[in-house]
């Protein structure tokens, strides 16, 4: 019998297209800008170069309180404040107010707003952190109130107490020793050489001489109040330190006709 027919090789599928030639890459979209179909190196190994750019540094521009547009040179001296205007931009935005203002409040107490209460937590807590937690240390919550024997001990009582005058016109308190030492320096700027040693003799002498001392210093010299230019009164004085009773009843609240 007839051998079989060999059996047909399978048809080769039909090869797809092959790809481009290294050498001959597609051409890019015309839409692209040329610097990024810039290869890093050729077709020949060789480094092409690198798309240059020439880039324009931003100016850095701080703006405080400032509505302008344009940029403005930032100013290397800082003027002071007037007190006022800031005290009212302060309570104006709450950053403080007067402690029981709608009670008429008291000099030197205050309540902080939302801003300062938070900045005082997190300057807290940045204090907490290194002092604890980096430097191990151990956090102690002590009394505010100190007895008189401690503070009579540690020589408190004795020099930490001042000479305090007051405006005889407006009655606002200065420490007499801060008078004196603007005032001996604003004359030792424009004094000659023999009275700026003399001027600064009794400067470095001033702390070291009691109240009245001080007082006569100051009449000699002719200081006035500085805010209004008034007499000062005769000097008093003037501790940093506040007396609290600790007692349900202190000696104002007796009653009339006890002792």
Known sequence: P??????????????????????????PSLSAPPSAFIPHTSAFGSP???????????TPTLRLFSTSSTPSTPSTSLSPAPREKLEQVLRSRFFLAPSYGIYG?????????????????????????WFVAHDGMLLLSPSHLIPRPVIQASGHLE?????????AGTG??????????????ARMAAASPRESG?????????????????????????????????????????NLMYRTDLEPLSHSDALPGTS
Request: glycine share 4%; charged share 15%; aromatic share 4%.
């Open 198 to 238: 003399e001027l600064s003799a009794l400067s470095h002498a001033l702390h070291s001489m009691p109240p009245h001392e001080q007082f006569e210093l100051a009449q000699r010299l002719g200081v006035k109040s500085p805010d209004t230019g008034n007499e000062l009164t005769s000097p008093a004085a003037l």
């Open 2 to 27: 007839s051998s079989p027919s060999s059996p047909s090789s399978p048809s080769s599928p039909s090869s797809p297209s092959s790809p481009s030639s290294p050498s001959s890459p597609s051409s």
């Open 105 to 129: 409040g008291w000099r030197g107490l205050f309540d902080l707003g939302p801003p300062l209460a938070a900045l005082e937590q997190n300057v807290l807590e940045v204090w907490r952190r």
């Open 172 to 185: 606002t308190l200065h420490r007499l020793d801060h008078l004196l030492e603007n005032h001996i320096a």
């Open 159 to 167: 020099k930490f107490t001042d000479v305090g005058v007051r405006d």
């Open 48 to 58: 092409s170069p690198r798309p240059s750019f020439t880039a324009k540094p931003a």
